[in-house]
């Protein structure tokens, strides 16, 4: 989705910020651009559509000069993704240079009453009008740029995160944000500015997270000052944020996502980290222990999310209500915000999100907490916005998940789940020692069995080969798992483009079974569980009906080998943490079968990592 970068000191501008559009690339985007003041004022806007690599070859040959200055990464939303449409916009009378990310829901209505007093317009964008609003309202009232800025703002209706640069000031930055990040990184006489923290972390790890509602005001020598809407002198909270280069990088791997698979018996011990007593057993997560009386008398919990983090709420779900005996809710965001839910005040929301920037997760926490529901977060993405305005919450230390295509969150976010409801079913005594201690010893061998697991590449690379051919797929899956085909089939669709749905297995009669043939693989999961052998019996129904079976079995099973095309063996583990397990052969498969279509892995067509907008 869009990306915001912004610099303000004494290097060379134009590299810098090019160097963060690279950084910001992973998220998706479809053009690029930059807006430069060189030292003597003159403002040089330069954007063209494709790669952030088509605008470096653009910018050969043109006056790139100045330490000033803001760039940006488009996602299109108002437009089609285009020379004119990408950002920087500038104003009408060329003084302004403004880029912007989220949706200005009323931009027709002010872009009527701004073309009636004569304004025209050269792209589709949303954005062009804000540009053209703060103009006019400066010029009209004859106020700063800053108050220009803040009244232009107070009559948005919509998300943003903006910068705006001016003609004969290389001094200053104005930046605002409403339900779309922006943060400010301090260097010492340097500003930077970006939307996603990560893209500047080599030269800062100072950050000042820009509040909803708040403009900030970058100036040369100059103190950080921040304004709300109201025009309040905002508070500024300098926060330290901690991650390695290295992090950011692909460390040999030909693509981020598989780099990330092949990462998860490290984060999921860093997840569990000091969070499991590896002597006792004893699982302890502050945010959960904290608020204990809270999950104690909670009525309800209701799971909020999109995509991958829906699915891993599914399966939280499945968790607390068999381990913690509490009814569980799983919707997905964009609905719930919408839908007039009824909440009550002894509700416990759960936000899930791996960026902590989803627009319609975070709506669905706003809405939770007006209502008065206790917000609980469990995001990857520290001090994100999801994670700062939920109550309390528990971050998955995952590290940056680059790859478009979730892999190392899905399962640091089971695995805090799995936590979760061991902590509070503790308490609340519905959980018993023994099944206690299978779980999070479960928990604690989980590396081991990652790395294991992990083995099983090459074999799917093979069987991914034999596939590639395939048009459509079905995933299956009962109890625990049935969210893991959910999530295998998403994988697939992502980054292969091959079409593929995720069933409970025992709903395939119900309609689904009509598809199949031997053109159509099912990818059946059939490790051993309490439906394991109804899961036989589906197998079974697939096969005499000639379709091709590809199982996920648990190491040693000899019944579905007799019956599959192809078996995948994983290690045993507790039932409930299963999908941790199954997963990871379900996104190796999904990654090598894109790899062999040419597919662009980490960066498929049409999609974002964070998704900022409606
Ligand atoms: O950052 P979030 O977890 O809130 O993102 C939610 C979805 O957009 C995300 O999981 C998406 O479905 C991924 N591309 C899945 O691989």
């Not at 011990?269 to 222990?289: F, Y």
């Not at 519905?430 to 083995?455: A, C, F, Q, W």
Request: charge should be negative.
């Amino acid at each position: 989705m869009c990306g915001i970068v912004g610099y303000l000191g004494s290097r060379d501008a134009a590299s810098l910020l090019l160097k963060g559009l690279h950084r910001l690339e992973y998220r998706g985007y479809d053009s690029a651009g930059i807006a430069l003041v060189s030292p003597a004022g003159k403002l040089n806007v330069y954007k063209c559509c494709g790669k952030v690599s088509n605008l470096e070859e653009f910018l050969d040959g043109k006056d790139i000069s100045g330490t000033t200055g803001i760039a940006h990464t488009r996602w299109a939303t108002h437009g089609v993704p285009d020379n004119t449409n990408a950002h920087p916009h500038l104003s009408q009378s060329g003084r302004l240079a403004l880029v912007h990310n989220g949706i200005i829901e009323n931009y027709r209505i002010l872009k009527d009453a701004l073309t009636e007093s004569g304004f025209s317009f050269k792209s589709d964008t949303d954005s062009e009008v804000l540009v053209n609003l703060i103009e006019y309202i400066r010029d009209s009232s004859g106020c700063d740029l800053t108050e220009a800025v803040r009244l232009a703002l107070r009559k948005v209706i919509g998300a943003y995160a903006i910068a705006l640069v001016e003609t004969g000031n290389p001094d200053r930055i104005i930046a605002a944000r409403k339900s779309s990040p922006l943060v400010i990184g301090l260097g010492k006489d340097e500003y930077f500015l970006c939307s996603d923290a990560a893209s500047i972390i080599e030269y800062t790890n100072d950050f000042v997270y820009v509040n909803d509602e708040e403009i900030a005001i970058l100036e040369r020598g100059k103190q950080l000052r921040t304004v709300t809407l109201d025009n309040e002198e905002g508070h500024i909270d300098i926060r330290k944020l901690e991650l390695s280069i290295s992090q950011l990088e692909k460390g040999g791997y030909p693509h981020f996502m598989l780099k990330e698979i092949h990462e998860q018996p490290r984060t999921i011990n860093d997840c569990i980290r000091g969070r499991i007593n590896q002597a006792t057993g004893e699982v302890s997560l502050t945010g959960v222990l904290d608020n204990m009386d809270r999950f104690l008398n909670a009525r309800r919990i209701i799971f909020v999310a999109c995509g991958t983090s829906w699915h891993a709420s599914l399966i939280g779900g499945y968790l607390i209500e068999s381990l913690c005996r509490i009814p569980v809710d799983v919707e997905y965001a964009s609905e719930f915000r919408y839908r007039n839910p009824v909440i009550y005040k002894d509700d416990i929301v759960v936000a899930v999100s791996q960026s902590g920037e989803t627009a319609d997760t975070l709506a669905a926490v706003s809405l939770a907490c007006k209502a008065g529901a206790f917000v609980f977060g469990i995001c990857n993405a520290v001090g994100s916005s999801i994670a700062r305005a939920t109550d309390s919450g528990a971050y998955i230390h995952v590290g940056p998940e680059i790859g478009v295509a979730s892999t190392k969150a899905f399962t640091g976010q089971v695995t805090v789940m799995a936590m979760m409801a061991l902590v509070i079913g503790r308490r609340k005594g519905t959980v018993s020692n023994e099944d206690y201690d299978i779980i999070s010893r479960g928990l604690l061998e989980l590396p081991e069995k990652m790395k294991e697991v992990l083995k099983v590449s090459e074999r799917i690379a093979d069987l991914a080969k034999i596939f590639t051919y395939a048009h459509n797929f079905i995933y299956l899956g009962r109890g625990y798992n049935y969210p893991t085909a959910l999530e295998g089939a998403l994988k697939l669709k992502e980054i292969s483009y091959i079409h593929a749905e995720g069933y409970p297995a025992a709903e395939m009669k119900h309609g689904a079974i009509a598809l199949i043939d031997a053109e159509m693989p099912t990818v059946v999961i059939a490790t051993r569980d309490h439906t394991y052998d109804k899961t036989v019996s589906n197998i079974e129904e697939i096969r005499s009906r000639g379709g091709r079976i590809i199982a996920i079995v648990e190491q040693g099973d000899d019944k579905v080998s007799r019956i599959a095309d192809h078996c995948i063996e994983v290690p045993p583990v507790p039932e409930c943490l299963s999908p941790i397990i199954v997963s990871v052969p379900l996104q190796l498969l999904a990654y090598y079968i894109a790899v062999y279509k040419g597919r662009d892995v980490d960066q498929p067509r049409n999609l974002a990592k964070s998704v900022t907008v409606e």
